[in-house]
């Protein structure tokens, strides 16, 4: 449990040290601007920067949407008249008559 808060807390300090690091404020505007050494580090940073904070959770939801609607929807619950042991018992039970 203390190694997951401590990866947790290590990618959540990691994640924004780029752009911490590439930053430098124009003196005649006054602007904080991101000056990267090539434009390819950028969109490296930016396409895993969205891959870390859109596509990963999007995934954990859509797999995990896809379990409970596959439990709700598709799978069989325990005692539904479809399993031959519920179906004897029902029949078994019309069976008897009080005369």
């Given at each position: 449990m203390?190694?997951?808060i401590a990866v947790i807390w290590l990618l959540a300090l990691s994640i924004p040290l780029p752009v911490a690091i590439?930053?430098?404020v124009d003196?005649?505007?006054g602007l904080c601007m991101?000056?990267?050494?090539?434009?390819v580090w950028k969109l490296v940073y930016s396409a895993s920067l969205m891959?870390?904070?859109y596509f990963v959770p999007l995934l954990v939801l859509t797999v995990c949407y896809s379990t409970?609607?596959?439990v709700i929807w598709i799978k069989k619950t325990p005692?539904?008249?479809?399993?031959?042991?519920d179906t004897r018992r029902a029949l078994s039970k019309r069976k008897v008559s009080y005369t």
């Open positions: 203390l190694t997951a590439f930053s430098r003196v005649e505007s991101e000056s990267w050494p090539d434009d891959a870390l904070q409970i609607c596959y005692g539904e008249a479809e399993n031959a042991r």
